[in-house]
């Protein structure tokens, strides 16, 4: 069992920057992969981003250059930072982990429903 609590989220004008946080309990040795998605009002969950155990991280095209995704071991927290922020960054983002070997955070970016545990998610909102 892992549990997730997201924070961070807030609102920003556009052209912003937001971090967001994502602190884990229970069995966090457990997992393979840990990922944030987002989820727009009136439209499907999409990734964000991902980070492997072996360290290897992927992104969504539409984030990359300006989010970045990073993890504290010590603290059991997952960060993403977020940068140059749009009004199409308005979204809820979930932390989400996986705790079976064998894909990679690029296919589970595609696929959140095969993701495990998921936090309650934090709410960012980008104004014009």
């Known amino acids: 069992q892992v549990q997730l609590v997201e924070s961070g989220g807030g609102s920003v004008q556009s052209g912003g920057s937001l971090r967001l946080s994502c602190r884990a309990s229970?069995?966090?040795?457990?997992?393979?992969?840990i990922a944030w998605f987002r989820q727009a009002p009136g439209q499907e969950r999409e990734g964000v981003a991902a980070?492997?155990?072996?360290?290897?991280?992927s992104y969504a095209d539409s984030v990359k250059g300006r989010f970045t995704i990073s993890q504290d071991n010590a603290e059991n927290t997952l960060y993403l930072q977020m940068n140059s922020l749009g009004p199409e960054d308005t979204a809820m983002y979930y932390c989400?982990?996986?705790?079976?070997?064998?894909?990679?955070?690029?296919?589970?970016?595609?696929?959140?429903?095969?993701?495990?545990?998921w936090g309650k998610g934090t709410l960012v909102i980008i104004s014009s």
């Open positions: 229970g069995d966090t040795n457990s997992y393979y992969t």
């Open positions: 989400a982990v996986q705790t079976e070997p064998g894909l990679r955070g690029a296919y589970y970016l595609k696929n959140p429903d095969r993701m495990n545990y």
């Open positions: 980070l492997d155990r072996d360290g290897r991280t």
